[in-house]
């Protein structure tokens, strides 16, 4: 099962350059979050903090009571085995074909048999849609199959949190779905905790339960799906829709205060809500809410078209049906 990771006014800098400040959150256990934000505004080193990798200059990261800034070394190897990593190129070492790099946490950080590593390397390699892969080099696989192996490395040691730092960079739009798929099958198969960085926008219209925006040096919005793509906020509305006009520059640089008068309102609606990813499997995730939940309890009205899926179907109008059907074994 997954655990929560509760962060509390958490601020990072780099000599005199602040990354961002006062950054607090929930990201909630077992539930699928996606962090997004123009570039540079800190994404990365945001995950590295979580997992100790770049300490704050202060704040606080809560893992399971444990405030990872301030444990000591021995102990941030204890709350780092409960994360699996999957770093923006996968990291795999070039010179070690697929199966040996899966297995290279379990040969490394535990004392399990060979026999014991296959059965779990074959396991996360069959997970990921690898099997028969092993021999090959990560030299001779695709951006989309690296990205993949990446994530198989980043499950054999049953993490409780996973964080994935842009997989779906460099990836075509049906590769990024499958892996969208892919996360989602993971996290109603495991419970784990799942925290992607994302620049895409169609993964985080579909993916997350949670969603954030990083923007300013600051973290603008952090909340459920339904909340964020249905939210009025200059910056979340610009960024979500993918707008010119709105606070968000060029360039850091221009990200000036002043854009939001430049800029003007938007002229045109928000984009329809699509329905979430379902567990392919014919599973309903614990984390999974009704479509509207969140609207309808905070007396939103989503966008018009929402939650109408490519085949025209309504998911707002006929969950209990779509979802009858959805669990009953194939
Ligand atoms: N180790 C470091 N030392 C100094 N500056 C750093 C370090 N790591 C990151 N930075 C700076 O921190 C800022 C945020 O970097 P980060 O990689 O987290 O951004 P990001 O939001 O993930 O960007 P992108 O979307 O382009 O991947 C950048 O200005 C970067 O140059």
């Known amino acids: 099962m997954g655990i929560e990771i509760r962060v509390e006014g958490l601020r990072k800098s780099f000599g005199r350059q602040v990354v961002w400040e006062d950054v607090t959150l929930t990201v909630p256990a077992s539930e699928i979050s996606a962090l997004l934000g123009p570039s540079g505004t800190g994404k990365s080193v945001f995950l590295k903090n979580l997992v100790g990798l770049l300490r704050p200059d202060r704040g606080?990261?809560?893992?399971?009571?444990?405030?990872v800034p301030r444990v000591r070394e021995n102990e941030l190897y204890e709350v780092r085995r409960r994360f699996g990593v999957l770093f923006q190129d996968g990291a795999l070492f070039g010179s070690m074909n697929i199966y040996d790099n899966i297995a290279f946490p379990l040969r490394e950080h535990t004392r399990r048999t060979e026999s014991e590593i296959r059965r779990i390397v074959l396991e996360k390699m069959e997970m990921v849609g690898l099997t028969g892969s092993g021999d090959k080099l990560p030299g001779e696989i695709s951006g989309g199959m690296k990205k993949r192996a990446g994530l198989a490395r980043a499950l054999v040691l049953d993490p409780e949190v996973i964080l994935a730092d842009e997989p779906d960079s460099g990836l075509d739009p049906v590769r990024t779905a499958y892996l969208n798929q892919l996360f989602v099958d993971l996290n109603a198969e495991t419970g784990a905790t799942f925290l992607i960085v994302t620049h895409d926008?169609?993964?985080?219209?579909?993916?997350?339960?949670n969603l954030g925006l990083l923007f300013r040096r600051g973290l603008v919005m952090f909340g459920p799906r339904e909340m964020v793509l249905s939210s009025t906020h200059p910056a979340v509305d610009q960024f979500f829709n993918a707008r010119r006009e709105g606070p968000i520059g060029m360039a850091e640089e221009k990200d000036a205060a002043d854009r939001t008068a430049e800029g003007g309102p938007p002229r045109t609606l928000p984009a329809p809500i699509p329905p979430q990813l379902m567990p392919s499997d014919g599973r309903v995730r614990p984390s999974m809410r009704r479509p509207g939940e969140w609207l309808a309890a905070h007396h939103v009205t989503p966008p018009p078209g929402s939650f109408v899926d490519e085949t025209g179907r309504d998911w707002l109008r006929d969950w209990d049906t779509l979802t009858a059907d959805h669990q009953r074994p194939a």
């Not at 606080?60 to 405030?67: M, T």
């Not at 926008?201 to 339960?209: E, F, K, N, S, Y």
């Open 201 to 209: 926008i169609g993964t985080a219209r579909v993916l997350p339960d």
């Open 60 to 67: 606080h990261v809560y893992v399971d009571g444990r405030d």
